[in-house]
């Protein structure tokens, strides 16, 4: 049986315009996060942003190659192994592929190179075969997310409509 240990919190909300910019808050850090289209992205809604910048699925593919970067930097650090960046240079890649007519990040592949002393090359590939069942974010992803959905809607007045049709309403705020 699984143990709540935290709950993560975000508040997102659309800019205002016909942009896909979205801006999303996670609770207790005070920067905001905004994510848009770009490249082959974009292609595919058939937009071209005026403001390219990442997307949701960038995000999904930095969150995962940030946490198995993390995870096999610990268990490097802790054979003694250093994992600056002038010892483990990593990249990750994200396939997304348009699937029966559906945008799909259908792959992601993390690249390491790393420069270890001769003596520690078979410690450095131990930690490498069990890195990634240790990481979170991976076996978050491997194994499916579960995602659910729920709505509150509320009927405008006719006052508020009238006065939101022909500008931007302030955006909610966001509570610490």
């Not at 593919?61 to 054979?79: D, I, N, P, S």
Request: hydrophobic share 35%; proline share 4%.
């Amino acid at each position: 049986m699984a143990k709540l240990l935290h709950t993560s919190r975000v508040k997102i909300q659309k800019e205002p315009g016909n942009s896909k910019i979205k801006r999303a808050k996670i609770e207790g850090f005070p920067n905001v996060l905004r994510m848009g289209i770009h490249g082959g992205i974009a292609k595919f809604f058939k937009l071209s942003p005026d403001e390219p910048m990442a997307s949701t699925l960038d995000y999904i593919v930095a969150a995962v190659g940030g946490c198995m970067t993390g995870t096999f930097a610990g268990a490097l650090e802790a054979r003694g192994i250093r994992a600056d960046s002038e010892k483990l240079q990593v990249e990750a890649e994200g396939r997304i592929e348009d699937v029966d007519g559906k945008m799909i990040l259908t792959g992601i592949k993390v690249r390491y190179r790393l420069k270890v002393p001769k003596d520690k090359r078979a410690s450095v590939e131990r930690a490498l075969e069990h890195h990634e069942g240790l990481c979170p974010a991976s076996e978050s992803v491997r194994r499916g997310i579960t995602v659910e959905w729920e709505s509150e809607i509320q009927e405008e007045s006719e006052s508020e409509s009238q006065r939101t049709a022909g500008s931007s309403a302030a955006p909610f705020a966001y509570k610490e």
